[in-house]
């Protein structure tokens, strides 16, 4: 790194996107005040920023969307950064969230989300059951005769044995009349009946946000109706003045996501009909839990492809980047029910986003999307931040938040916001303002040279860590049972009803929160970027990232991927070591590479490289770990570790999340690999300094200490020098964080 580049940050324009603050628009906007805006963030050197539109209920911005005055003041935006050779942002909504084009993509209810019911209703023995029989899609069955075909329907009705879970075929308990078949149905056993039905919320009641996200069409409709009206206004500037464009919050509204694209797509990947099936997705036991899998990595896969492929391909062939963030990141649950499968979301992004709300920190959402963009070799993360955090957020609050962000991989702050205006109720729309208005405005030019440091340190290279992580997502599936009566917007929201689900979910948090705890860094490896992965010299190596790692975790996998599997083996063939926490794999996701995947897991304990722990033996995992990698930056002496408060997220959903209350004490530290050199970032999280030796592996010159505050470069202190490395000695200070300049 240039020495120049760290004490002057603000002259190197590489560096101008590392902090792009939501700008907003909240207020009726006057032209000379914009331009009044601009230069104030100029001179603290904010230059890129994201001009948003907010009504806050009313209490907001006071104007048209997309209309002749709306480009006119984007225009001036466009315009002053040219004129300065800055950058901007596009936010490609007004509110949230993305894709509905200010809700008129929604207007028509072909792309509104649709969604599945399914009704459970008790069948005494003996008693007499009756109900409107209709196809799955919820058509009448005139013109079906006793005669007719009956293979290729799928009713709207299943009737299964209470004590066994056997399905009675409804054609069995047809009464044929004029019109068609009716369903009468009686038997000496209990039974219970399940109807289903394809829903769609009404514009009025909700259904204006709920943009359908597995319907290509619709989001097709969103391009057209916003990016291609910005292309035809500032296409000129597109990847020179204007750089990327802003998703925020997508997610599935309800539990049970559909589309008409659905069962088709889902009989190509599976090879059955998931419309006879459908309605055991909210039933325990293994059929039902292989029908769970097949149904979450289909949802997972349309939303992945038909929205944000279907957005990334415009990107990549209008000049911009894409940028997104979505809807609970922080627990394995909130993947699953927001987006099928979170990781895989990151595939077409170009920067991979998240989104914080409060000052706590400690959570895995950040640390997941850096997961999810180092799985498939993404060069940028950003984090949307402070929402929240409240007024009385303090400058030292600000520094300390924004170094937690960087170790846990962001290398982007997006500040939620710079506010317009704080006329009114505007003040109370998730504030603090973090502009003009806010206490610690006149120290933000530091902020903005810490942010610019830690983003030059933390860009360009390679997050180091030895523990790769498989992320059990599939096994949660398995188990868990979608909760039909919650949307958005609760804060005890959804629950989790299955208690190996609730497991899985917990005891992930808890180990993976651990590790950070113990200064054991990790990634995280799925099933949908396993293809990135391949072995090599005996390690795993991320051949998008360039990340080697030594070691490998399995954590409550009781079913893993084919694909997986296949790299486990491999891996310990050359001679690496697998960790298997809690419960052992025994399935395949695809029920078609059981036996495969039998085979392998026989051969892996056969090979005496899988060391086994029990879920309540992580302890005892961290001990194994740090016994058995040759970590280069250990702590010797001083406090070695943090100490999380909330370790674990209890077995609901809360939406949105709001991080209080949340802590790190102590210290930790995290490492990437750049241009040669180790830069390890150490951040001491108590309220006083803290004294600590550190051992680096170095085979070059002593270590250097590059302060992200105060530019201030200078030699560490060493304590003695040892074959391999240093012994140095570090005075940590609060608030923020040093960063230790090593040879490799």
């Given amino acids: 790194m240039d020495k120049n580049v760290w004490r002057f940050p603000k002259k190197e324009r590489s560096l101008d996107e590392a902090?792009?603050?939501?700008?907003?628009?909240?207020?009726?906007?006057?032209?000379?005040?914009?331009?009044?805006?601009?230069?104030?963030?100029?001179?603290?050197?904010?230059?890129?920023?994201?001009?948003?539109?907010?009504?806050?209920?009313?209490?907001?911005?006071?104007?048209?969307?997309?209309?002749?005055?709306?480009?006119?003041?984007?225009?001036?935006?466009?315009?002053?950064?040219?004129?300065?050779?800055?950058?901007?942002?596009?936010?490609?909504?007004?509110?949230?969230?993305?894709?509905?084009?200010?809700?008129?993509?929604?207007?028509?209810?072909?792309?509104?989300?649709?969604?599945?019911?399914?009704?459970?209703?008790?069948?005494?023995?003996?008693?007499?059951?009756?109900?409107?029989?209709?196809?799955?899609?919820?058509?009448?069955?005139?013109?079906?005769?006793?005669?007719?075909?009956?293979?290729?329907?799928?009713?709207?009705?299943?009737?299964?044995?209470?004590?066994?879970?056997?399905?009675?075929?409804?054609?069995?308990?047809?009464?044929?009349?004029?019109?068609?078949?009716?369903?009468?149905?009686?038997?000496?056993?209990?039974?219970?009946?399940?109807?289903?039905?394809?829903?769609?919320?009404?514009?009025?009641?909700?259904?204006?946000?709920?943009?359908?996200y597995l319907n290509p069409k619709a989001t097709e409709q969103f391009l057209e109706s916003t990016y291609e009206k910005y292309y035809a206004h500032f296409g000129d500037e597109f990847g020179k003045t204007i750089t990327c464009v802003f998703n925020d919050e997508t997610r599935m509204c309800h539990a049970i996501a559909w589309s008409d694209e659905f069962a088709e797509t889902f009989r190509e990947q599976k090879g059955y009909d998931i419309r006879k099936e459908l309605f055991r997705i909210v039933l325990p036991g293994e059929q039902a839990g292989r029908v769970r899998c097949d149904y979450f990595d289909v949802l997972a896969y349309l939303y992945q492809h038909n929205y944000f492929g279907v957005i990334h391909e415009w990107c990549e062939k209008h000049g911009i980047r894409l940028f997104a963030h979505l809807l609970g990141e922080e627990t394995l649950f909130g993947h699953a029910r927001y987006s099928g499968d979170y990781l895989r979301q990151n595939r077409f992004q170009d920067v991979c986003g998240a989104d914080h709300l409060g000052k706590g920190i400690g959570s895995l959402n950040i640390k997941f999307t850096a997961c999810g963009a180092h799985s498939y070799g993404k060069k940028r993360t950003a984090v949307e931040v402070f929402a929240g955090c409240g007024w009385d957020m303090t400058f030292e609050e600000y520094t300390r938040i924004i170094t937690w962000m960087f170790q846990m991989g962001m290398q982007t702050i997006i500040n939620h916001g710079f506010f317009y205006s704080d006329r009114g109720d505007r003040k109370n729309d998730w504030p603090p303002s973090q502009f003009f208005q806010w206490q610690g405005w006149t120290r933000q030019s530091e902020g903005n040279d810490m942010i610019r440091r830690l983003n030059y340190a933390m860009t360009g290279g390679i997050n180091e860590a030895e523990i790769l992580v498989y992320f059990p997502l599939e096994s949660f599936w398995f188990h868990y049972l979608p909760d039909q009566e919650f949307t958005h917007g609760f804060f005890h929201g959804a629950f989790l009803r299955d208690e190996k689900a609730i497991e899985i979910d917990r005891e992930t948090q808890l180990m993976l929160n651990g590790l950070l705890s113990e200064n054991l860094d990790f990634d995280l490896i799925h099933r949908d970027a396993v293809e990135n992965f391949d072995i090599e010299g005996g390690q795993i190596v991320n051949r998008r990232s360039g990340q080697r790692f030594s070691i490998l975790i399995l954590p409550m996998c009781g079913i893993l991927p084919v694909e997986a599997a296949r790299l486990c083996e491999k891996f310990v063939q050359s001679g690496g070591k697998i960790v298997v926490l809690g419960e052992r794999p025994r399935l395949a996701l695809d029920r078609r590479d059981d036996g495969e995947q039998t085979e392998i897991m026989d051969r892996l304990r056969a090979s005496g490289r899988v060391e086994m722990f029990e879920a309540g033996q992580k302890e005892e995992l961290y001990r194994y770990l740090k016994d058995t990698v040759p970590y280069p930056v250990r702590i010797t002496e001083g406090c070695a570790k943090t100490e999380n408060n909330h370790p674990a997220y209890p077995p609901y959903l809360i939406d949105p999340y709001m991080h209080g209350g949340e802590n790190l004490t102590g210290v930790m530290f995290t490492r990437y690999i750049k241009d040669g050199k180790r830069n390890s970032l150490f951040m001491n999280y108590g309220d006083s300094r803290e004294t600590i030796e550190v051992f680096i592996e170095s085979r070059g010159t002593a270590p250097e200490i590059w302060d992200t505050f105060t530019g201030e470069i200078r030699s560490a202190e060493v304590v003695r020098k040892e074959e391999k490395g240093y012994l140095i000695r570090l005075n940590l200070p609060c608030h923020h964080g040093i960063i230790v300049v090593s040879s490799l």
Avoid at 61 to 81: A, S
Avoid at 145 to 155: C, F, I, Q, V
Wanted: with cysteine.
């Fill in 19 to 212: 902090q792009t603050p939501l700008w907003f628009w909240n207020d009726r906007l006057e032209t000379e005040e914009l331009k009044r805006q601009l230069e104030m963030q100029t001179e603290i050197g904010v230059t890129c920023t994201n001009p948003h539109a907010r009504r806050n209920n009313g209490e907001g911005y006071i104007g048209g969307y997309l209309d002749e005055r709306w480009f006119e003041d984007i225009g001036t935006v466009v315009k002053y950064k040219k004129e300065h050779g800055e950058k901007m942002w596009l936010y490609d909504e007004i509110d949230w969230p993305a894709g509905t084009c200010d809700q008129t993509v929604t207007l028509d209810e072909k792309n509104r989300e649709k969604y599945i019911t399914v009704r459970r209703i008790e069948i005494p023995a003996g008693e007499i059951f009756r109900a409107q029989l209709k196809t799955f899609e919820g058509t009448g069955l005139f013109g079906v005769r006793p005669e007719t075909d009956k293979s290729a329907l799928a009713y709207n009705i299943h009737v299964i044995d209470a004590e066994t879970g056997e399905e009675y075929p409804a054609e069995d308990y047809f009464i044929y009349d004029r019109f068609g078949p009716e369903f009468e149905f009686t038997s000496d056993r209990d039974c219970i009946a399940f109807i289903t039905k394809i829903n769609a919320d009404l514009y009025e009641c909700g259904g204006n946000g709920q943009v359908s």
